[in-house]
């Protein structure tokens, strides 16, 4: 099993300190990935002087610490994602228009439920 990690996701993951473990927890071993658009996403977000740019910086750790592979894809973010989610695939995200998309498609998601644990749907 393989789980897409969203630029949301992870920001949100720090902010709200929910750990990268839970998803194992919840799925399974797991191969945690996320796209290349999405480490970019954080770059331009951690140069911010913001609250959100501090978890920003604080999530591009993570990547980098929990060895997280990095796909390369081209356009939007959302679009790869949706087409890289497959019976193999699971999406990590908190974006609510693209939970639909997916959900459309049959497609399962991982998201933060109630700011404190994860859940699939």
Not at 10 to 15: E, F, G, P, S
Not at 78 to 85: E, G
């Amino acid at each position: 099993m393989r789980v897409l990690l969203d630029t949301n996701f992870l920001i949100d993951a720090v902010r709200f300190k929910v750990g990268l473990g839970n998803v194992h927890d919840l799925v399974g071993l797991s191969e945690l990935v996320t796209l290349n658009s999405v480490e970019n996403e954080l770059t331009i977000i951690s140069e911010k002087t913001s609250r959100a740019g501090a978890y920003a910086k604080v999530a591009l750790k993570l990547i980098k610490e929990n060895n997280i592979k990095i796909l390369k894809s081209e356009g939007r973010p959302d679009n790869a994602m949706v087409k890289l989610a497959g019976d193999k695939t699971i999406i990590a995200t908190n974006d609510i228009e693209l939970r639909k998309r997916l959900k459309a498609l049959g497609r399962k998601t991982i998201y933060l439920k109630s700011k404190k644990h994860l859940a699939i749907g």
